[in-house]
Each structure stands twice: as C-alpha cells, then as structure tokens.
C-alpha cells in the first residue's frame, strides 16, 4: 500500500508540477478527441461497449499499481485482443462517426418530460396502440432508454415530431409509405418511423410469432429499449424488454409500462402488473 501511495503522489506531482506548454497542448487534445469521441457514439449502442473498455483499462492501471502481475497479464490481453475486436464489431457506427467528423455533423439532444406532459404521452400512446389493436393494424413502436438509437433511427425516415396518438395511428396505417418497419420514440420526440430492426435468432420464440416479434425481440437483447407490438392477425399487444416476451396487454398494464417509463417510477409496480395479465390471460412466452 505504501508503494501504491508513493506512486499516486509522483504522477500527482509530475501531472501539477512539470508540465511544459508541449504538454498542455498534447492533454488538451486527447481530451478533446475523448470528448468527441464519446459525444459522437453516446447516442448508439457502441457508448456502452466504450464504458466497458474504460472499466477494463482502469482495472488494468490498478492492478498494476497493486502489483497483481497475473490479473495485470490478463486485462492487457483482453484490451489488446479487443481493440481489434472493437473495430470488427462496430464498424458500420465507426463509419458513422467518421462520416459525422467530416460533416461537422451537429448531435441531437433530447428535453426532459414534466408531469403534465407525461401524462399527455401515455394517454395519447396508449390510446393509440389500443385503437390499433381493435382495427388488427401491426403496429411496432421502440422507446429509446438510457443507450442511444441513433444508429437504428438513421435507418428510417426522419419526422422529429411531438407525440401524437393520430399520428402513431396514422403511421401504421396499412397502404401507407411508412406503415412497414418501427416508430423509434425518444423521450417526447417520435424520431423516425419505417426503421429497420435486427431480428432475434433466439431458438425459443414460439412459431406462431412473425418478424415483427422478432424484430422487437431483437432490439431489446442488445438494448435497453422497451419495445410495445401490436399483432396484425391477432390484435395481441405484446411488450418485448431486455430479451423478454410478454403478451396480453390491456389498459391497465399499457399504463404501467408507460409509467414506468415517463414518471421514473419503480419497475417493480408495471411488472407486477404485467405478470398478473401473463397469468390472466395465459399468453406469456
């Protein structure tokens, strides 16, 4: 420990009392780049991959400092390894982002909710998909949480618009130009429609359950977003979250869920509704 504390007060001192104008300049731009870097990628799902390597290169900073030589061996193996790992597996939003730098693309930002509004939006969002599913009308709507889709809303067509039951209705109207694909919602904004979602390859999914299904599925297993679907044969509202079908929605449980969602409550109060309805109903998978 007395090693660790020597070593902390020497880059301490070399960090406030050694640098040159050389060195100002060179932490000034690695800052910056980090900080465009992580502004570029904080509205895809790359910003949570880029979290997880900082925790990594910190584990591996401090297991040095520790002098855990072994623990030490194996997070420089994996950083190394998956850097390239990294550059394979992001490249469309790598492309993007160097596209954006050269653009001088100008980042989205998104506005906080008030009560009133929020109650507006689950009024306006349930009524909407409870319209929808009378009708039979295939509806697909994804709520954007805390990682980013800006990836999957570029793959749409753009409408930045206030939240809207007619809309969402209007949207989805079969024969129409943007009926096909997904509504991308972030916070009060609907973003795009006609966005292309990756499709589930789990084993499990029932038959019965078509690619729109899968397409909610997907979504949530590689994020955080809650995922509301309406079935065009049936008329079944189903919620797809962190991997997981649930299917048989009403009022009530469409309520929670929003709610869930617009006033921050406890999760705990939808999803008690949500599996009073599985077990009502029977429609689970």
């Keep these: 420990m007395q090693t660790l ?9 070399n960090v406030f009392n050694r640098p040159t104008i050389t060195d100002i300049l060179d932490i000034f731009i690695v800052a910056f780049l980090l900080y465009e870097l992580l502004m570029l990628t904080k509205e895809t799902r790359a910003s949570a991959v880029l979290k997880g390597l900082a925790m990594l290169l910190l584990a591996s900073w401090v297991s040095d400092l520790l002098g855990l030589t072994a623990l030490n061996w194996v997070l420089l193996n994996v950083v190394n390894n998956g850097a390239l790992v990294l550059v ?9 982002a ?14 906080p909710t008030d009560q009133e509004e929020s109650a507006r939006i689950i009024r306006e ?31 749409g ?32 904004q609907i973003m795009a429609a006609a966005c292309i979602l990756s499709l589930s390859e789990g084993k499990a999914i029932s038959r019965e359950l078509g690619t729109r299904h899968r397409a909610a599925l997907g979504i949530t297993e590689t994020t955080d977003a809650v995922t509301l679907i309406v079935s065009e044969e049936t008329g079944i509202i189903s919620l797809a979250r962190e991997g997981r079908l649930t299917r048989h929605l009403d009022r009530t ?17 939808w999803a008690t509704l949500l599996e009073k309805t599985k077990r009502r109903k029977g429609g689970a998978v």
């Design 253 to 269: 449980a469409l309520e929670a869920v929003l709610s869930g969602m617009y006033h921050q409550r406890d999760t705990s109060l």
């Design 5 to 13: 504390w020597t070593q902390i007060k020497t880059v301490l001192w």
């Design 98 to 111: 160097l596209e954006q730098i050269g653009r001088g693309a100008l980042r989205d930002s998104s506005h």
């Design 125 to 155: 969002v349930t009524n909407s998909i409870l319209s929808l599913s009378r009708r039979r009308v295939g509806a697909l709507i994804v709520f954007e949480q805390r990682i980013g889709l800006k990836d999957v809303i570029e793959t």
């Design 88 to 96: 394979i597996l992001f490249q469309p939003e790598l492309r993007k």
């Design 157 to 188: 067509t753009r409408i930045d618009s206030r939240i809207s039951g007619a809309l969402l209705e209007n949207i989805f109207e079969p024969n129409t130009p943007l009926h096909d694909g997904a509504v991308v919602i972030r916070s009060t």
